[in-house]
């Protein structure tokens, strides 16, 4: 009994010390955690408009101002006592937070060749801040007078042409790396960590470089290494539609394969349009030059462009270079003509092995439905074929180079309609 009160005694003396040193030495760490994260906050940039017209103060002693217009897009620094410090065009001054809305932004694709320079105020003559690449994702915050758009990218804050963006189309990928990989907040090894995704991650990529992608998951938004990402792939007579259960409608994808062709495309676009049905597209790489126009066309339409390689070859009996190139020649020839990478990619004959696989770096698509439109070149046959199989999630082939097919598409879609299917594109289905 003794013995034991003696080492409770003893503890108790020993874990006394301990705790005055460790006040001694933790007390300032945890007044500067606690005060630490307000003074960050209070430095976070963000984006926010003007509600009413309200005056801009520079000059807090003198009282100078400018006045501002409702709509107008501020860049806040931080905000105290209600007072927010902001930057508008090329002045900085403070306004009363009331007057002032936070914006959520929306992501946009920067687009020309050449990317876009940002400027300080919504005019060609106004000072450059930036200069954003092509094909990199920014956030939009909304418009501003002359074809003007305020953006933001890292650190850059500004306005850019609005013919600069374009809205960009996801594409499902996972995180592939046993490591996983950290999100940044630009394509940069030197831009800020934002987050970290593990591996398996689901995420959807906005756009793709051969360095970095950027991507959305559930809880990061950002740029992540392209080679530690891995296209989902979609294989055999399986329904894939993840929303089925929340979604107001049953939904089915149809996607036409082997064009763009010069007179059938045309004609199937027409018959889309008419039923507001939207769809998914494999493109022949060595097609488009001469059907340029059609591309342009589907794209401007709104439905999703896929790559389907260069010459239609059966890739398991390619070398990787060759697969690769197949692949990228494709990409890069809708890229020239629509100003977009094709989104999702379909191997001809649906012939895929993983040498392949390795080589595509987009979400590998097959079908669930084959109306086997090309072999017996017969409308009633195409839409028996769909009448037969459908199901809600259903990812069904067809060919944009058979008039036959074309003269199948409206009863399909007069069916499909008729049963209360939603026409999407195969992107949407996956999501
Ligand atoms: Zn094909």
């Given at each position: ?15 006394g ?5 460790l006040?001694?030495?933790?007390l ?7 005060y ?5 906050a209070?430095q976070?940039?963000s984006?926010?408009?003007v ?8 000059n ?14 501020v ?31 929306k ?11 940002v ?10 801040v930036g ?5 990199l994702?920014?956030n939009?915050y ?5 074809g003007w758009s ?7 804050y500004?306005?850019v042409?609005?013919s600069?963006?374009?809205?960009p189309?996801p ?8 490591d996983?990989?950290t999100?940044?907040n630009m ?5 800020e ?12 990529s ?5 360095e970095?992608?950027?991507v ?6 950002g ?6 990402l891995?296209?989902f ?19 089915v994808?149809l996607t036409?394969d082997?064009?763009?062709h ?11 349009k ?16 001469a059907?340029?126009?059609v591309?342009k066309a589907?794209?401007n339409d ?7 390689t260069w ?6 009996s ?21 100003g977009?990478y ?14 392949v696989?390795?080589q ?7 079908w669930?439905i084959?109306?086997l439109?090309?072999?017996h ?11 037969n ?7 069904i ?5 058979h008039?036959?097919t074309?003269?199948s598409?409206e009863?399909i879609?007069q ?6 299917y ?10």
């Open positions: 009994m003794a013995k034991i009160n003696l080492s409770n005694v003893h503890l108790r003396r020993v874990g010390i301990l705790l005055k040193k006040c001694i030495f933790l300032p760490i945890l007044f500067f955690m606690l630490t994260p307000k003074t960050l209070a976070q940039t984006v926010s408009v509600i009413k017209q309200v005056n801009l103060i520079l807090k002693e003198t009282g100078e101002f400018v006045t501002l217009n409702k709509d107008d897009i860049i806040v620094h931080g905000e105290e006592n209600n007072l927010l410090k902001v930057t508008y065009k090329s002045y900085t001054g403070y306004l009363s937070s009331q007057y002032a809305k936070k914006i959520t932004p992501i946009r694709l920067i687009h020309p060749k050449e990317g876009t320079q400027r300080k105020s919504n005019s060609e003559k106004a000072e450059t200069n954003i690449n092509t094909n994702i920014i939009f909304g418009t501003a007078a002359g305020f953006v933001n990218y890292g650190d850059i500004g306005y042409p609005t600069a963006l374009k809205t189309k594409t499902k990928m996972i995180v592939s790396h046993k996983g990989v999100v940044r394509a940069s090894f030197t831009s960590k934002v987050g970290f995704m593990p591996n398996k991650t689901t995420v959807f906005y756009s793709q470089s051969k970095w992608s950027y959305e998951s559930k809880t990061f938004k740029y992540v290494l392209s080679e530690r891995k296209p792939l979609v294989t055999g007579n399986q329904k894939y539609n993840k929303g089925v259960s929340g979604a107001p409608k049953k939904r994808a036409f082997d064009g763009p010069k007179t059938v495309t045309g004609q199937i676009l027409k018959i889309l008419k039923y507001d049905a939207k769809a998914t597209f494999f493109i022949v790489g060595n097609r488009v030059k059907n340029s126009n591309l589907i794209y709104g439905h999703e462009i896929g790559n389907h010459d239609h070859s059966k890739l398991t390619l070398s990787a270079k060759n697969v690769k190139s197949q692949f990228t020649r494709t990409n890069d020839i809708v890229y020239a003509t629509i977009v094709p989104t999702v990619f379909r191997p001809p004959y649906g012939s895929i092995n993983n040498s696989q390795a595509i770096n987009k979400p590998i698509i097959l669930s084959d109306t439109d090309w072999k070149r017969n409308a009633k046959k195409t839409l028996q074929y769909v009448k199989n459908v199901s809600d999630g259903s990812i082939l067809l060919h944009d180079i008039q036959t074309a003269d598409l009863s879609l069916y499909l309609t008729k049963e209360g939603e026409l999407v594109t195969v992107t949407e289905i996956l999501l």
